[in-house]
């Protein structure tokens, strides 16, 4: 094939004849002239075909070509400004074409379609602009994680999905058979990035998690990714300084790298280039008189926050807000109680701007091992399960601490969607195990 380009690289080609490899996702004409819109996987392009250079036959079968048909074609790259795409600004004249096949009658048009309707066709749906904008963005997110973690000395270890015990609470556990023994999958990495600290005192994992949740909101999914850094030394205070320069730098890389993306999903990014450190830090107590003073009178100290609750408080701030020092009775068993405040435990939450709800949660742990027992069997534990969480105490104990950074809610707040089932490819959800 001569001068092979994918489109987003055709503004370097102008006044060259190349060669486009993609789908058709628009068609219109007016008289001896036809223009096509083309898709590959970098981009959209006019292509025009123009009557009297074209053979009359491939003339003919263009102008009746179905959407999503599969073409190669050949031909001039102009800049014209008015031209549509992605990027706009180029358009490509059709000097030759082959048709790779032509597509049955596609059943997603530019008619409205119902939530359901695009779910069950995600296997298609992906290929609209806009879904291909979001795992862009998504995939730029993943990058600038690795990227900031990479070259921050923390050492990428990955944990297992196939566990014996429940990392955070039992009630959302999927249970399977190993051989005949139970066996769970993962909710999270950290009980055993909390090993790898004691070996490499920086590190993370990166990869899906699952939770059984029987709820049905527009920010929990079955299955998400999660990227959970733990390190040796660092206490809640510090924990903090690390998380806000970790999410500043997502926010601004996706700005910086993203903007044609952002620009197809309508992103008003005015919020988000005010994502940098610091983020204000506010206490558990003192969210709750927020509460108090901002129409939820009722609220009771000790309770979790609800979607409304923790928008409300977002709302009170520019940037993200971290809120800390949660009620130990309604965190995980492994979080450090305050010393001389046992109700209340060293946790942090971090809260998007703009109602996207929670996209960290972390704390510092438990180092003691008699507390931690103690805990475990206050949780009513099976203790054998976690005998190797209780040796990390035994050998060289230090305060430690790390966090849990939900990809989908990261992506639904960046990307400005109001529910997480556009931020993965394949969502599951509870009712939704299909495609
Ligand atoms: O707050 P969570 O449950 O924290 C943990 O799992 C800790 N073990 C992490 C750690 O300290 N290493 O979950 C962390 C984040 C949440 O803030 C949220 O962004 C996301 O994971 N998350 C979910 N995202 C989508 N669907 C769900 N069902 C989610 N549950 C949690
Ligand atoms: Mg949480």
Same mark, same amino acid.
């Not at 990428?156 to 023994?181: C, H, R």
């Given at each position: 094939?001569?001068?092979?380009?994918?489109?987003?690289?055709?503004?370097?080609?102008?006044?060259?004849?190349?060669?486009?490899?993609?789908?058709?996702?628009?068609?219109?004409?007016?008289?001896?002239?036809?223009?096509?819109?083309?898709?590959?996987?970098?981009?959209?392009?006019?292509?025009?075909? /123009? %009557?009297? #250079?074209?053979?009359? @036959?491939?003339?003919?079968?263009?102008?009746?070509?179905? =959407?999503?048909?599969?073409?190669? +074609?050949?031909?001039?790259?102009?800049?014209?400004?008015?031209?549509?795409?992605?990027?706009?600004?180029?358009?490509?004249?059709?000097?030759?074409?082959?048709?790779?096949?032509?597509?049955?009658?596609?059943?997603?048009?530019?008619?409205?379609?119902?939530?359901?309707?695009?779910?069950?066709?995600?296997?298609?749906?992906?290929?609209?602009?806009?879904?291909?904008?979001?795992?862009?963005?998504?995939?730029?997110?993943?990058?600038?994680?690795?990227?900031?973690?990479?070259?921050?000395?923390?050492?990428?270890?990955?944990?297992?999905?196939?566990?014996?015990?429940?990392?955070?609470?039992?009630?959302?556990? /999927? %249970?399977? #058979?190993?051989?005949? @023994?139970?066996?769970?999958?993962?909710?999270?990495?950290? =009980?055993?990035?909390?090993?790898? +600290?004691?070996?490499?005192?920086?590190?993370?994992?990166?990869?899906?998690?699952?939770?059984?949740?029987?709820?049905?909101?527009?920010?929990?999914?079955?299955?998400?990714?999660?990227?959970?850094?733990?390190?040796?030394?660092?206490?809640?205070?510090?924990?903090?300084?690390?998380?806000?320069?970790?999410?500043?730098?997502?926010?601004?890389?996706?700005?910086?790298?993203?903007?044609?993306?952002?620009?197809?999903?309508?992103?008003?990014?005015?919020?988000?280039?005010?994502?940098?450190?610091?983020?204000?830090?506010?206490?558990?107590?003192?969210?709750?008189?927020?509460?108090?003073?901002?129409?939820?009178?009722?609220?009771?100290?000790?309770?979790?926050?609800?979607?409304?609750?923790?928008?409300?408080?977002?709302?009170?701030?520019?940037?993200?807000?971290?809120?800390?020092?949660?009620?130990?009775?309604?965190?995980?068993?492994?979080?450090?109680?305050?010393?001389?405040?046992?109700?209340?435990?060293?946790?942090?939450?971090?809260?998007?701007?703009?109602?996207?709800?929670?996209?960290?949660?972390?704390?510092?742990?438990?180092?003691?091992?008699?507390?931690?027992?103690?805990?475990?069997?206050?949780?009513?534990?099976?203790?054998?399960?976690?005998?190797?969480?209780?040796?990390?105490?035994?050998?060289?104990?230090?305060?430690?601490?790390?966090?849990?950074?939900?990809?989908?809610?990261?992506?639904?707040?960046?990307?400005?969607?109001?529910?997480?089932?556009?931020?993965?490819?394949?969502?599951?959800?509870?009712?939704?195990?299909?495609?």
């Amino acid at each position: 094939m001569e001068n092979l380009i994918r489109i987003e690289n055709a503004k370097d080609h102008v006044g060259e004849t190349v060669t486009i490899r993609g789908w058709l996702t628009l068609k219109t004409g007016k008289g001896k002239l036809l223009f096509l819109r083309v898709r590959d996987g970098s981009g959209i392009i006019q292509a025009v075909a /123009f %009557k009297p #250079d074209l053979d009359p @036959e491939l003339f003919q079968k263009l102008k009746h070509l179905p =959407l999503e048909s599969s073409f190669i +074609i050949e031909g001039e790259v102009r800049a014209d400004e008015r031209a549509p795409g992605i990027p706009g600004g180029y358009e490509i004249g059709i000097k030759d074409a082959r048709i790779v096949q032509e597509a049955e009658e596609y059943p997603i048009g530019p008619k409205e379609h119902g939530v359901e309707f695009l779910m069950d066709h995600r296997h298609l749906w992906l290929r609209s602009r806009r879904q291909w904008a979001i795992m862009r963005v998504r995939a730029e997110i993943i990058r600038a994680i690795r990227d900031w973690l990479d070259s921050n000395g923390y050492l990428n270890v990955d944990n297992p999905i196939l566990t014996p015990s429940a990392a955070e609470g039992t009630t959302t556990l /999927f %249970k399977t #058979d190993y051989f005949g @023994e139970p066996a769970y999958l993962s909710q999270s990495g950290q =009980l055993y990035n909390e090993a790898n +600290i004691f070996a490499f005192e920086k590190v993370y994992c990166f990869g899906p998690t699952f939770r059984a949740e029987k709820s049905k909101t527009r920010r929990h999914l079955m299955e998400f990714w999660m990227v959970e850094p733990e390190m040796a030394w660092v206490q809640l205070d510090e924990l903090m300084d690390i998380e806000e320069q970790f999410v500043s730098y997502i926010v601004q890389r996706v700005l910086k790298n993203k903007a044609e993306e952002l620009k197809v999903l309508g992103r008003d990014t005015s919020r988000l280039e005010k994502v940098v450190p610091p983020f204000p830090r506010i206490s558990y107590d003192e969210a709750v008189e927020l509460l108090h003073e901002g129409g939820f009178p009722d609220f009771q100290w000790g309770d979790d926050f609800g979607s409304p609750h923790e928008t409300y408080i977002a709302e009170q701030f520019e940037k993200p807000v971290f809120v800390h020092h949660y009620p130990t009775e309604s965190k995980a068993f492994y979080m450090e109680p305050e010393p001389g405040r046992p109700e209340v435990c060293r946790s942090v939450d971090l809260l998007a701007p703009e109602g996207y709800g929670e996209i960290t949660g972390g704390s510092e742990r438990m180092s003691d091992p008699e507390k931690l027992l103690a805990s475990i069997r206050k949780h009513n534990l099976p203790e054998d399960a976690y005998k190797w969480y209780l040796d990390l105490r035994r050998y060289g104990s230090v305060p430690h601490s790390g966090f849990g950074l939900g990809v989908e809610r990261t992506v639904a707040w960046i990307c400005g969607l109001d529910h997480v089932r556009e931020t993965i490819a394949y969502p599951r959800m509870l009712n939704r195990l299909y495609p």
